[in-house]
């Protein structure tokens, strides 16, 4: 059964007047090769949500831990975790009880405001990544152009650049979210096609590539912002040592480096923040994803004075940016990483979960690389896509997204023990039997 089957069925089996479920159903049914019913909810999300995503032909209804469960109540291990948004475990039990807590007490109140609460998250965040202030912000892309803000004032103010001059630089195959200003600075086409005009200001440089870097700085550029490693790009990690000289030269040469977190960041790649890996403390950071506990957006730029100082009251804002829910959710998660090991478990189970994967040998096979729970396995587009791959792993209870076509990708909640990831082993590698 494949969701375009879905849509094509829907579209045409509908006339404008309303069908009752039973018939639309038993025509889906009939456009249908597949023996199943066609679930409702597929139905649905298939004919009134947008066709912005091709979701794997499976509906969640429930989770817990690293497991999910679905509307027939089979269990599927989670290697996704929802993009790296559910490091703490679906539902885990401290982050739904803190959201009950606050729920019942203050839910909203816009930073009209001060709220109890929000001092004492940020302190926490800025504790744990030893910065001086944070901006809280909601989702991931938010949080970018809330850098994207900081680095361009922070230019015109402390560096001098000449007004509407400011440059800031990425790298090729950036994945930092999909708002116009972000996917203007994406080299994917597909990111970019028919959302133009874009802001302009942008330079793109190859990944991992320090002397590209340098050779791209003017005396314009006010940022440059990197991903650690390249998530939604591949699971690409660049050489050891390149931050680091990125480091070097972002401050050699004025420009703020900015490291884009989101994905990478508490704990998913075995240290807390990626660019630990290699000794750096960038400029600036941007959290997102996992800081919502797996159950609401919830995102930050941290930075030291000397870059947070450039707003003042009115330049930026959002009115559900820290709100009280997210502050309590937020102080829950970062405990929670602390308290239960997270990234500590990330950094011994990713090893042996690496190894495990290095051990398979299979044709399909062309490479297999991460960091912590963060681990991508290339596969041969000529013997499979990584999509069918994946709708495989999940006929074998296992959860899991290609990324840029040819990559799966594993990335499980970072709760998961070594029980559980060696019942996924045995799984991966059944399916890697099944391909022969
Ligand atoms: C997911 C992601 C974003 C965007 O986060 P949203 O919450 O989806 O807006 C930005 N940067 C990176 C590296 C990401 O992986």
């Not at 977190?261 to 630990?276: D, H, I, N, S, Y």
């Not at 994803?289 to 100082?309: N, Q």
Request: hydrophobic share 40%.
């Amino acid at each position: 059964m494949s969701i375009s089957g879905v849509d094509s069925s829907g579209t045409t089996s509908q006339s404008q007047s309303d069908q009752s479920d039973q018939s639309v159903n038993e025509s889906s049914k009939a456009a249908s090769n597949d023996s199943d019913q066609l679930s409702t909810n597929i139905r649905l999300e298939s004919q009134y949500c947008a066709a912005n995503y091709s979701p794997l032909p499976v509906v969640l209804s429930r989770g817990e831990g690293v497991y999910v469960w679905d509307e027939n109540d089979r269990r599927y291990l989670d290697m996704m975790s929802a993009y790296s948004a559910v490091s703490h475990g679906h539902c885990n039990p401290r982050l739904v009880k803190a959201l009950q807590d606050q729920a019942a007490v203050l839910g909203v109140v816009s930073r009209a405001f001060f709220s109890e609460g929000l001092g004492t998250f940020l302190q926490k965040a800025c504790a744990m990544t030893g910065y001086q202030q944070a901006l809280p912000m909601n989702t991931g892309a938010e949080a970018v152009e809330t850098a994207l803000k900081a680095a361009r004032k922070w230019a015109y103010q402390k560096k001098g650049v000449a007004d509407n001059k400011a440059e800031i630089i990425v790298c090729e195959n950036n994945f930092h979210g999909r708002t116009i200003a972000v996917v203007g600075m994406s080299s994917e086409p597909q990111y970019r096609d028919g959302f133009g005009p874009f802001p302009a200001g942008v330079t793109i440089i190859p990944y991992a590539d320090a002397a590209a870097l340098e050779a791209a700085i003017t005396d314009n550029t006010a940022a440059f912002l990197v991903e650690p490693i390249q998530g939604e790009g591949g699971i690409l990690i660049p050489p050891q040592g390149y931050l680091a000289e990125c480091a070097r030269l972002c401050k050699k040469h004025n420009v703020l480096l900015i490291c884009d977190e989101v994905q990478t960041g508490l704990g998913r790649t075995g240290k807390l923040l990626a660019c630990e890996h290699d000794g750096v403390k960038p400029d600036g950071v941007i959290l997102g994803k996992a800081l919502g506990g797996g159950l609401l957006p919830v995102s930050l730029f941290l930075a030291d004075d000397e870059v947070m100082s450039v707003f003042t009251p009115g330049d930026h804002g959002s009115t559900f940016g820290g709100y009280p829910l997210a502050a309590r959710v937020g102080l829950e998660a970062l405990r929670i990483i602390e308290d239960d090991g997270l990234t500590e478990n990330s950094a011994t189970l990713g090893d042996y979960f690496l190894e495990q994967l290095r051990a398979i040998s299979h044709p399909s096979i062309t490479d297999v690389r991460g960091k912590g729970l963060f681990i991508g396995v290339e596969l041969d587009p000529k013997i499979i896509s990584a999509r069918t791959f994946c709708e495989m792993l999940m006929e074998e209870g296992i959860l899991s997204k290609d990324t840029h076509h040819t990559v799966a990708r594993f990335a499980p909640p970072l709760v998961i023990n070594k029980e559980q990831l060696d019942w996924a082993i045995e799984k991966i590698k059944l399916t890697f039997e099944r391909l022969d």
